[in-house]
């Protein structure tokens, strides 16, 4: 019973230490992407929304986390954003349409 104790302290600690790893991978995306985008990245944070199990492209099982943050395009407003990390690879990143977005159409 001590052994399986101390296994299951040792991996959740594990967890712990790698989720901080991959919270600062998703900081980090978070204000370059918003960067790019000449919005402000917002209270300098993400939050985890969803966590889940997947498989990368070799089929491996790892850890799938989303987590939001929020950007504003004039100072004054929020816009909820978020992105999704497989392992510690950044996956995706999803930017709602804000006002200074435009569309240029090409005839």
Avoid at 5 to 23: E, F, G, M, N, Y
Avoid at 50 to 75: P, W
């Amino acid at each position: 019973m001590e052994i399986g104790l101390l296994v299951a302290i040792v991996i959740a600690a594990w967890v712990w230490l790698d989720s901080i790893k991959v919270r600062e991978i998703a900081v980090e995306a978070g204000q370059q992407a918003a960067e790019k985008c000449g919005l402000q990245f917002l209270d300098e944070s993400v939050a985890l929304t969803r966590l889940r199990a997947a498989r990368n492209n070799r089929g491996h099982m790892q850890i799938k986390r989303t987590y939001g943050f929020e950007v504003s395009d004039t100072g004054t407003n929020r816009l909820a954003c978020s992105i999704t990390l497989l392992g510690k690879r950044v996956e995706s990143v999803d930017m709602p349409p804000y006002r200074d977005n435009k569309v240029v159409y090409i005839h």
